[in-house]
């Protein structure tokens, strides 16, 4: 069973950093998702299973950072210049398929991590 431990969430202020990490019992390829209340869940970024190609939704790209260490099987998101619209509850997913493509279809990842809330004040 395919385990995804997310952290590093919490409470700053905007134009602030965060960096949240998901710690994997593998390797995958693997994406960062986020959930706002009363809206969908979103893509913000994604990594290969090498760490060879990023993608970004445009809402981060210049301000996330997606790596991952993989003697580690740990994933990271670094947030520079946070804004107040940047609140959500931030999921690590995983695809199971080996070196799967990155994705930003949420239907495509089988694994998600337990979720860790992010709050922007402003």
């Known amino acids: 069973q395919v385990q995804l431990v997310e952290s590093g969430g919490g409470l700053v202020q905007a134009g602030g950093s965060l960096k949240l990490s998901c710690a994997a019992s593998g390797r995958y390829t693997m994406g960062w998702f986020r959930q706002a209340p009363g809206k969908e869940r979103e893509f913000v970024a994604g990594?290969?299973?090498?760490?060879?190609?990023?993608n970004y939704a445009d809402s981060v790209k210049g301000r996330f950072t997606i790596s991952r260490d993989n003697a580690k099987n740990t994933l990271y998101l670094q947030m520079n210049s946070l804004k107040p619209e940047d609140t959500a509850v931030y999921y690590c997913?995983?695809?199971?398929?080996?070196?799967?493509?990155?994705?930003?279809?949420?239907?495509?990842?089988?694994?998600w991590g337990q979720g860790t809330q992010v709050t922007v004040s402003s």
């Open positions: 997913a995983a695809r199971r398929m080996a070196w799967a493509t990155v994705s930003r279809l949420r239907n495509e990842y089988d694994y």
């Open positions: 990594i290969s299973w090498g760490g060879g190609n990023t």
